[in-house]
């Protein structure tokens, strides 16, 4: 993405601690989706050393094309290990096949991302939100609930993206960061996840 932060910022993750100020910092990074077989813009050499990795389709690096192909570059992202998060999936450019992706996000232990910056940016989205988001419920694939805040004064405001989950009574078990200790259990699974990966 242009004005995206360069390859070695990611590289530097090291000397950002794990805690600061008593809250545990997790470090990763966002990256995109950049061909209809789900490869990603960080390579595993790079993505290995992040402790959480969001996959996303943005408009400027992957461009409108068939449902199809769309449900081909995302089930090929859940393939990848080190992804754990699918990132905002509704855009109405890039429609693809819910039912398919969400049982391969299950099965391949991925994360979908119920996303508050949805309502304020993406509007148009919220539609397909709420069909993926039944999906999760009819799959029981996990999700994440995040803010996307892109500023600080945001962080941990959710307030929407709750209201959308309430009203379809999907089940709190499904969302990994409803407590501290569901969180780290997601991690621990991750941490096995990335090593069996790494033999
Ligand atoms: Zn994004």
Not at 22 to 50: F, I, Q, R, T, Y
Not at 102 to 124: C, Q, W
Not at 146 to 151: E, I, L, T, V, Y
């Amino acid at each position: 993405m242009t004005d995206a932060p360069h390859i070695w910022h990611f590289g530097n993750m090291r000397v950002v601690p794990d805690e600061l100020c008593g809250v545990k910092l997790l470090k990763g990074a966002e990256a995109n989706l950049c061909d209809m077989e789900g490869h990603l813009d960080l390579p595993d050499s790079m993505l290995e050393k992040l402790g959480w990795v969001v996959a996303s389709i943005h408009d400027p690096v992957l461009p409108p094309d068939t449902a199809e192909d769309y449900t081909a570059a995302y089930i090929g992202a859940a393939r990848n290990p080190y992804v754990d998060v699918i990132g905002h999936s509704g855009l109405t450019r890039h429609p693809y096949d819910y039912e398919a992706g969400v049982k391969a996000f299950r099965d391949a232990g991925k994360l979908v991302e119920i996303n508050e910056g949805t309502f304020l940016s993406r509007p148009a989205s919220l539609e397909n939100c709420l069909k993926i988001a039944s999906c999760c419920k009819a799959y029981e694939c996990r999700v994440v609930v995040n803010s996307d805040a892109h500023f600080a004064a945001q962080i941990g405001r959710t307030p929407k993206a709750l209201a959308m989950l309430a009203e379809i009574g999907f089940p709190p078990e499904l969302i990994v960061n409803t407590s501290l200790d569901r969180f780290e259990a997601y991690l621990e699974e991750r941490r096995m996840r990335v090593s069996r990966a790494a033999v």
